[in-house]
């Protein structure tokens, strides 16, 4: 059964990044955070790198950005997993805190230290020009942290702490449906 979550998660973040609605609509963090908390230490890592290649693959853009992007979301997933494992219980704030550290490692790394060094760009204009784009990963993946994480990691959905969160109710009752 997990292989069909993980086969399902990926296609529906292939599927929506090719919706391109903005230059950075990214939900594999959403689906990675959960799947580093409550599986193996190698299955969010593995998630990560697999969809990050598989859309790469399927948009015929193989490269070295490739093996940065997809091997820079795996070390991710690793931390992750290695820092809910010291927790006793994951909350929603705990996958907010991840994905707003995630982004900022994700981008400092694909951005400017990768763009000063592939494309010969200035490391602080490389810099500067990243941070419009880490604002609208940082509120991208928010969202889908909002939204994803508490359907694949239903332990957030019944936590008492959240229950009069309007979205994690509505979340309820989808998952319940």
């Known amino acids: 059964m997990a292989i069909v979550k993980y086969a399902l998660s990926i296609l529906f973040c292939n599927a929506y990044r090719f919706l391109r609605i903005i230059p950075n609509n990214d939900p594999i963090m959403g ?21 990050m290649v598989s859309f790469d693959f399927i948009t015929m853009k193989i490269g070295i950005w490739t093996a940065v992007t997809a091997s820079t979301y795996a070390c991710l997933g690793l931390l992750f997993y ?18 707003i550290a995630g982004v900022l490692i994700f981008d400092f790394v694909t951005g400017p230290i990768m763009s000063s060094w592939l494309f010969g760009i200035g490391f602080a204009a490389a810099f500067i020009g990243q941070i419009p784009f880490t604002i609208m990963h940082l509120l991208t993946v928010s ?9 694949l990691d239903r332990a957030v959905v019944s936590n008492p702490a959240l229950e009069d969160s309007a979205v994690l109710n509505r979340i309820k009752f989808w998952v319940r449906a």
Do not use: N
């Not at 799947?35 to 990560?48: E, H, N, T, V």
């Not at 290695?82 to 994905?99: A, D, M, R, T």
């Open 82 to 99: 290695l820092i809910y494992k010291k927790l006793k219980k994951v909350k929603l704030k705990h996958y907010l805190g991840s994905g």
């Open 31 to 51: 689906c990675m955070l959960p799947f580093s908390r409550k599986d193996k230490w190698w299955q969010g890592a593995l998630f990560a790198f697999l969809t």
């Open 143 to 151: 969202g889908f942290i909002l939204i994803l994480t508490p359907l």
